[in-house]
């Protein structure tokens, strides 16, 4: 039996765990969302950089 252990996290937009992906080995660190749709539905928050 094979037992493998992908790390996981939680959706900021979705609340819905997600686990790691081959597509994310170079930047799993900042993936926040389980996918693009909810990438795209993050709030925008206004940075000001004056
Ligand atoms: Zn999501």
Same mark, same amino acid.
């Given at each position: 039996? %094979? +037992?493998?252990?992908?790390?996981? &996290?939680?959706?900021?937009? @979705?609340?819905? #765990?997600?686990?790691?992906? %081959? +597509?994310?080995?170079?930047?799993? &660190?900042?993936?926040?969302? @389980?996918?693009? #749709?909810?990438?795209?539905? %993050? ?8």
């Amino acid at each position: 039996m %094979k +037992k493998e252990f992908l790390p996981s &996290k939680i959706c900021k937009t @979705c609340n819905l #765990k997600f686990v790691w992906r %081959k +597509k994310w080995r170079n930047n799993w &660190k900042t993936v926040l969302y @389980c996918s693009k #749709k909810c990438s795209n539905k %993050k709030n925008p928050r206004p940075i000001k950089s004056d």
